[in-house]
């Protein structure tokens, strides 16, 4: 797969079979639905692209997930909806015995996910796990986490569902799982082994369940969702409705870099343009962009906003290949609009 943006005439309900798209910043934030989100995704459904919903978030069941999802005009079955929770589990069912005690640090969903792997739930150290799990959950606090911190002390293998630093809610990012795991990383000294984004695992365990041959990675996060779909191997659509900006896109490094750039899910159901090299521009449609002297130059002239993006993208990633130096200082705040 290519380093840089690729091109597509045709939507890309049409071009792939299955769609990994991810829930916070995507579909919803917090409790609240993103604009466009049900009607890109119908859109895409009703031109034959499945959808499976994966999360980093393993505080909650699918079923809960399904139903939330439903009620913003998504509608979900538990089956469509992928965790890091059942992620984790596979990992660890992947190393331990049956009947293994894992001591897990989570909510439901996880709690859930680790007892369909064959695996006992237990609560202490002093149960003695062989492994310490840990998820999201809004009420994990101190005894939790000094649970696994004496677990992991004692020989118990470490693995967390996730490491995003925060959580997108409708007030704003809250501390997300990984700002908890490092609490119980820096009292023990030990890394986890990560189930979620941007480990493939997730995306991979979504793709079989469905067969697909073609999937692509729907997400917001450069440094999760579309680290994902890099380590996966498969393209990925980052859409500017979430944590990364189109900013962020245009410094993104080359282990986070999108495919696809679109303003929101109705980016599923469009073609998408593919800046090409002119005269030392990078031009797309009435858009170009250039390095010249280390800093980036845009040309607009009354282009759709989401093309200029493309062709910063193009520019600076074409220079950074190059070992061109970019000022980040002259990449601007880009609007994401016109998408």
Not at 37 to 51: F, I, S
Not at 166 to 192: D, K, Q
């Amino acid at each position: 797969m290519s380093g840089g943006l690729l091109g597509s005439e045709v939507p890309l309900a049409e071009r792939y079979d299955l769609a990994l798209v991810d829930l916070d910043g995507v579909a919803y934030r917090g409790r609240n639905p993103i604009a466009h989100a049900a009607e890109g995704l119908g859109a895409a459904r009703e031109r034959g692209m499945d959808v499976v919903f994966v999360t980093n978030n393993a505080s909650r069941e699918p079923e809960s997930v399904a139903e939330q999802l439903t009620g913003l005009d998504i509608p979900s079955a538990p089956e469509d909806v992928m965790t890091a929770a059942q992620a984790a589990g596979a990992v660890l069912a992947g190393r331990l015995d049956p009947g293994s005690k894992v001591l897990v640090v989570g909510g439901s969903g996880l709690r859930t996910a680790v007892a369909a792997a064959g695996l006992v739930v237990v609560d202490s150290a002093e149960d003695s796990p062989a492994a310490v799990v840990q998820g999201y959950a809004a009420d994990v606090g101190w005894r939790q986490l000094a649970e696994a911190a004496y677990a992991i002390e004692a020989g118990a293998w470490f693995v967390a569902s996730n490491l995003d630093p925060t959580l997108p809610t409708e007030r704003g990012f809250a501390p997300g799982n990984g700002s908890m795991v490092a609490a119980v990383r820096h009292a023990t000294g030990v890394e986890p082994v990560s189930a979620g984004k941007p480990e493939p695992t997730l995306y991979r365990l979504a793709a079989a369940r469905r067969g697909a041959r073609s999937p692509l990675v729907v997400g917001d996060r450069l440094d999760t969702d579309l680290a994902g779909a890099r380590a996966a191997g498969w393209p990925g659509l980052h859409v500017l409705t979430g944590v990364s900006t189109a900013r962020d896109a245009v410094l993104a490094a080359p282990g986070e870099r999108p495919s696809y750039l679109g303003a929101d899910l109705r980016s599923l159901v469009a073609p998408h343009p593919v800046p090409a090299l002119e005269d030392g521009w990078w031009r797309c449609r009435g858009a170009g962009a250039r390095v010249a002297q280390g800093r980036l130059e845009l040309d607009g002239h009354g282009a759709e906003a989401l093309d200029l993006v493309r062709c910063a993208c193009a520019a600076a990633w074409d220079a950074a290949d190059r070992g061109e130096g970019l000022d980040e200082a002259s990449v601007p705040d880009l609007p994401a609009d016109g998408g």
